[in-house]
């Protein structure tokens, strides 16, 4: 029952965190930057997540006040790059 309980609190904060965060990032981003991640958001979902969260870290330490959707783009390619595996085979 305590588990439970402790699981529902912290599912609770977590849900608050994020209401923050997209709070946040929807207010640095522009119109078609918040176009583009809504449609992102329909096909991955995880990938928004994270970027979100990584906008939020930014935005916090002072780094970025505004995000157009060409520097969006340039975000999400960066991200992609570091996501990329390889396989190499011998």
């Known amino acids: ?3 439970e309980y ?3 609190s912290a599912a ?7 209401k923050e965060i997209r709070r946040v990032v ?3 981003l522009d119109k078609k930057a918040r176009e583009r991640l809504s449609n992102l958001r329909i096909i991955k979902p995880e ?3 994270e970027l979100e969260i990584y906008l939020y870290q930014l935005y ?7 995000i157009t959707d060409e520097q969006l ?3 999400l390619s ?5 996501k990329e595996m390889k396989i190499i085979r011998r």
């Open 78 to 82: 960066e991200l992609s790059k570091k």
């Open 12 to 18: 609770i904060e977590l849900e608050k965190q994020l």
């Open 26 to 28: 929807g207010n640095i």
């Open 73 to 75: 783009v340039a975000i």
């Open 47 to 49: 990938i928004v997540t």
């Open 6 to 8: 402790i699981d529902a």
């Open 1 to 3: 029952m305590n588990e």
């Open 60 to 66: 916090k330490a002072g780094q970025i006040k505004q």
